[in-house]
């Protein structure tokens, strides 16, 4: 995929240059100095040379077929560029120029335009607006960065030209190689997807790294992510994320939803592994990079200081990895020849005076332990200890190893020698313990999201004609909030429990009603103003009797009429009264990448203080719906604490996939709350006594 890009046997550069200060020069200049082996063309209007090679002055006076042009002209002239391109059959173009879209109106324009006429013509495009492209198999290096990386196994796309910079500039300093180096620009036409579905594909790359502000095509993007973290780990940093569109949301889930929860839903659902930083990005691309994945949770610690141990062991306490207990063989074994005052219980401290031998013989015996997933090995350097001599010993014992082995060798000056010996032999090193059990967990969760079974989705009958009906009803009155009474029928469309409920408009009717449903009864004001009832005094639960009836009748409707007096009353809502349950909110709420996604999370009338919420891309498998039941911090409550029997949670899985198929369905709903749904103890079911849906046409 995108070969042409990648691995041509020839390029023209057009708008090469003499000038070693032009962009032009650069760009030869980096084709013809690493080894590129393949037919290359400067174009130039008036040079008849560039560099040794001859130079032609447009595309169609080059006597043979070239398979990628890298464009470095103003942007101007583009354009006039293409369509050489599309004369020469060109399939295959990098646009470095900037002046597009990233300047504004006027700019976007003209990027637009090149979009069209490309798609016309059948041309693939990188950027523009880029640094260019590197593929250190091919030795191809069509870009105007200052160097090359060293050849390796980490494939890398980024949407800014300088994160490329500086990610090279780290690499070389770090030894750590690329299969690939792709600087995405503006993204007129390829995007981040194409080039992680290429390099999924590309047998140099084994891990893919990304620094991203946006997503094209968020469900595209998704099921290609998936695709390829089957077999390739992907780690992409994401910046960018506002909350701005939050606070324009009017109801609960508009109003906790913001971007990054999509983002962070996304790449949870497609195992992406997010850095939340450039350190960490760095700190995943080695340990990725170079050790295999941990079999499992349990990580030994051997160090010669209980300081950096101890640090190490409450990172570890953060983490999904398990600090396990040295079993007694290994610890015997250890006992053998480590001093009485060290400690064989993980962390293995093996004290202050610990020489190169013994680091080595604690790893041999440590390496041998099967119930030891991976091991990370710290050092200070200390009087008694050889650093260098350590690193070596690390390198030959972990070159048969079967489970990652990552160090942290700290201070600067002690090992910068030792820390280079490892770097070498591409045994990760990191500055402090944090960064190194942040690195293994990313390990470990991106391992255990790869054994998952294949996801499960489940389809319930619906009767959607209705639900059309309704919605068509909304859209004639130009309404976009559904009131109450038909939120409700499209959750009984969608098979939804609900509790019974009808509207009195007078007293004497509330009282009839009340008596028809059986007390207890729930009061309400039935109003499509009232957009939180509670607040408004609008509600009153455990009405035992009609005096109680009477008095809710009057409450209710004088509290509207004082605080809300605009309130359109179509009259008080009578409800079934649900015994108690655990009260949930699900949600719907559309994100421009992802589309819509569901929401989760502690209900009731304090969501909104207590965020404890997850967040998911529609549709929803059975796994994620789990997942995000589990995810929120007050799961514990719903498994039943003190004695409390465990509520319904295959009830409300239920509920989340009816929902994400709705949202599926009609894409017309951009908001949607179900606060609460009453979730009764297992086997008991779980009804949704409150509900809101907007729609737009
Ligand atoms: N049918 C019902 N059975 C039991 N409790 C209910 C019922 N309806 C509402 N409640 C309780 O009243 C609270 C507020 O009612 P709700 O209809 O959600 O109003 P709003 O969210 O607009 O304030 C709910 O969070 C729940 O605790
Ligand atoms: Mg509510």
Request: proline residues 5%; glycine residues 8%.
């Amino acid at each position: 995929m995108l070969q042409h890009f990648f691995n041509p046997s020839s390029v023209a550069v057009v708008g090469a240059s003499q000038n070693p200060a032009k962009i032009g020069y650069d760009i030869l200049n980096n084709i013809v100095r690493y080894g590129y082996s393949g037919d290359v063309y400067p174009i130039n209007p008036t040079a008849k040379e560039i560099l040794g090679y001859q130079a032609y002055p447009d595309l169609a006076s080059v006597p043979s077929k070239i398979d990628v042009a890298v464009v470095a002209v103003p942007a101007g002239k583009v354009m006039d560029v293409l369509e050489q391109c599309g004369k020469k059959k060109v399939d295959s173009v990098v646009i470095i120029t900037a002046g597009f879209k990233e300047t504004g109106p006027q700019g976007a324009r003209l990027e637009q335009e090149l979009v069209t006429r490309s798609r016309e013509l059948g041309i693939r495009v990188v950027g523009p607006n880029c640094l260019g492209i590197i593929d250190t198999a091919s030795t191809l290096n069509a870009s105007f960065a200052a160097g090359m990386p060293l050849a390796g196994h980490i494939g890398f796309f980024s949407q800014s030209g300088a994160m490329c910079v500086a990610i090279l500039d780290w690499a070389l300093g770090e030894n750590v190689g690329f299969s690939r180096f792709v600087s995405l620009g503006n993204k007129m036409d390829i995007s981040e997807t194409e080039i992680m579905l290429s390099m999924g594909q590309d047998e140099n790359t084994r891990v893919i790294l990304g620094y991203l502000e946006s997503i094209e095509d968020g469900p595209r993007f998704m099921k290609a992510a998936r695709q390829v973290s089957k077999t390739k780990p992907i780690i992409i940093i994401k910046s960018g994320t506002t909350s701005a569109g939050a606070k324009a949301a009017s109801s609960h889930t508009g109003a906790l939803a913001g971007s990054d929860h999509a983002y962070r839903a996304a790449f949870k659902q497609s195992g992406i592994i997010r850095a939340e930083s450039m350190r960490a990005l760095f700190g995943y691309a080695m340990a990725f990079a170079s050790q295999p994945l941990p079999r499992g949770p349990s990580l030994a610690i051997i160090t010669n200081s209980g300081g950096p141990g101890i640090l190490a062991a409450d990172a570890c306490d953060r983490s999904s990895l398990h600090l396990v207990p040295t079993k007694k063989e290994t610890a015997d074994r250890l006992r053998e020849f480590l001093p009485p005052s060290a400690s064989v219980y993980n962390p293995i401290d093996i004290i202050g005076d610990a020489s190169h031998e013994r680091y080595q013989k604690t790893l041999e015996v440590v390496l041998n332990d099967d119930l030891i997933h991976t091991i990370l090995i710290l050092l200070t350097p200390t009087a008694a200890v050889d650093a260098e001599a350590v690193a070596r010993g690390i390198v030959s014992l972990a070159k048969d190893a079967d489970k990652p082995i990552i160090t942290v060798f700290m201070g600067e000056r002690g090992v910068r020698g030792a820390r280079k010996i490892l770097q070498d032999h591409a045994i990760p090193s990191y500055d402090y313990p944090e960064d190194s059990i942040t690195a293994l967990d990313a390990m470990l969760s991106y391992r255990r999201w790869r054994e998952k079974p294949e996801r499960q989705y489940r389809h319930f009958e619906a009767d959607t004609r209705r639900v059309r009906e309704i919605f068509a009803s909304v859209v004639k009155q130009h309404r976009h909030d559904l009131i109450e009474s038909e939120a409700r029928e499209i959750l009984k469309a969608y098979r939804f429990r609900l509790p019974e409920s009808r509207i009195a408009k007078t007293t004497k009717g509330a009282v009839r009603t009340a008596s028809e449903i059986g007390y207890p009864v729930v009061m309400k004001i039935a109003s499509p103003d009232v957009l939180h009832k509670s607040d408004m005094g609008g509600v009153r639960v455990g009405i035992e009797n009609e005096a109680m009836v009477e008095e809710a009748f009057f409450d209710i409707t004088s509290n509207i009429q004082l605080r809300q007096p605009e309130a359109r009353i179509l009259g008080v809502m009578v409800q079934e009264m649900v015994p108690q349950g655990k009260e949930v909110i699900l949600g719907i709420t559309r994100d421009m990448q992802f589309g819509p996604m569901i929401m989760f999370g502690l209900g009731g009338i304090y969501v909104e203080v207590l965020k404890d919420v997850a967040f998911r891309i529609a549709p929803l498998s059975v796994e994620s719906a789990d997942a995000m039941i589990r995810d929120i911090r007050s799961f514990p409550l719903l498994r039943g604490v003190r004695g409390e029997p465990p509520a319904d949670i295959d009830a409300i899985r239920d509920a989340l996939l009816r929902l994400s198929q709705m949202a599926i369905d009609f894409p017309e709903i951009i908001e949607a709350d179900i606060n609460p749904l009453l979730v009764r103890p297992e086997g008991l079911g779980a009804v949704a006594v409150d509900s809101r849906i907007t729609i737009q046409e």
